[in-house]
């Protein structure tokens, strides 16, 4: 993905048994809209600040989460291929309902 820059409360997360960053993006209002999360070896550099300065940037960068519009480009240009609907497995609600009640479990 290249270069990037982000700007937001920085924390540690463990998931499935090891360490990562997760950068929390806020609005101009200082309201988190996103998070990533990131693998240490990933970041180049952290430069801490305060509150104020972050959401600055934040706004300043102009980060935004993915959006189902940026698949739908990358299917349209032919550089992904379409999800698949059928995964071969069935769904939680599909294995737990043994009855046609209209309940899901």
């Known amino acids: 993905m290249g270069h990037q820059r982000i700007a937001g409360l920085v924390c540690e997360v ?4 090891r360490g990562f960053l997760r950068v929390d ?3 101009a209002n200082g309201v988190i809209q996103f998070s990533r999360i990131y693998a240490p070896d990933a970041i180049y550099c952290i430069s801490p600040t305060d509150r104020q300065i972050a959401i600055g940037l934040a706004v ?23 999800p698949q609907a059928d995964f071969g497995f069935q ?3 599909e294995a737990n309902d043994d009855d ?6």
């Not at 463990?14 to 048994?17: D, F, R, T, V």
């Not at 046609?100 to 479990?105: C, M, S, Y």
């Open 91 to 93: 769904s939680a609600v």
């Open 60 to 82: 300043k960068c102009a980060a935004r989460p993915f959006q189902c519009y940026d698949l739908q480009k990358l299917i349209a240009d032919k550089k992904v291929d379409p």
């Open 100 to 105: 046609d009640d209209g309940e899901i479990f």
């Open 25 to 27: 993006v806020p609005d």
């Open 14 to 17: 463990n998931i499935a048994g």
